[in-house]
Structure formats: C-alpha cells, structure tokens
C-alpha cells in the first residue's frame, strides 16, 4: 500500500456566451515579437520590442448534447463576425478575447468535446462578488 492518491480534477465552469463550458484545460501563453539589425561592431542590437495578444486555449465539455448543433451555430457567429468575447477562468478576466478556431466533437451520446482558440489583448484579476 502507498499513500498516493488518485484525484480527479472538478471541471472549471467557464461561461461562453449563453453556453456553460466545463473546461478540463487551459493553456495560456505570451509572446512579443523583437526585431533586431546588424550593428557597426558586427553584432545585432534590438532596434523594436511589441507584445502580442495572449493565447488562450479553453478544453472542455458542454453540458449535454442537445446543445452542440446550437454551439457550433453560435461559435460560428462568432468566428464570421468577430465578435469580441469576455470570459473568466476561475480568478482571471480575459477581456475582449477574438476567437481564433474552435472545435466540437461530439464523440458518444452523452457530452460534446469543445476545444477553443482565443487571441486576447485584456487579462486582470477577477472581482470576486460577495454573497
């Protein structure tokens, strides 16, 4: 007998739009883009320095199925006419967020994989309510 214990990660509920995400992963990473020149000392020297938008990937699950053909109409929209979106990860804001992809699988009868791509130039902390 060992003490490891096997632990099942809860879901974070994340919501998209009217849709209730129940997300099993998030990847978040930054970047910025450098550009460098040759100098006259024959090295290179950093001549402009920008930061990209943040890249937010969201897995997870809907609800049930009944919502995926909805889903997939709604993400579309979204997509077509890019449309801002605002979301929270459990204390973090991601604010005016450009869907970049999106996928749906709908793998058996009872839950529908949903995977999303989002580009996003607002992150700050989450105001928690108080009950």
């Known amino acids: ?15 998209i739009g009217d849709f209730c995400l129940f997300t099993e992963y998030i990847k978040i990473s930054g970047n910025s883009v450098i550009n460098e020149q ?30 995926f053909k909805n889903f997939v109409i709604y993400a579309e929209n979204i997509l077509k006419n890019k449309i801002p979106l605002d979301f929270q990860y459990k204390n973090i804001s991601f604010g005016s967020g450009c869907l970049k992809s999106y996928s749906a699988e ?26």
Do not use: Y
Not at 45 to 52: H, Y
Not at 114 to 131: G, M, T
């Open 38 to 67: 040759p100098n006259v000392a024959g090295g290179t020297s950093v001549t402009n320095r920008s930061v990209k938008n943040t890249s937010v990937i969201l897995n997870g699950r809907l609800a049930c199925d009944s919502d």
């Open 106 to 131: 709908n793998k058996n009868l009872s839950v529908v994989d949903i995977k999303l791509v989002f580009s996003v130039p607002e992150i700050s902390e989450a105001v928690q309510n108080e009950c």
């Open 1 to 15: 007998m060992n003490d490891f214990e096997c632990i099942n990660p809860v879901p974070v509920r994340v919501n």
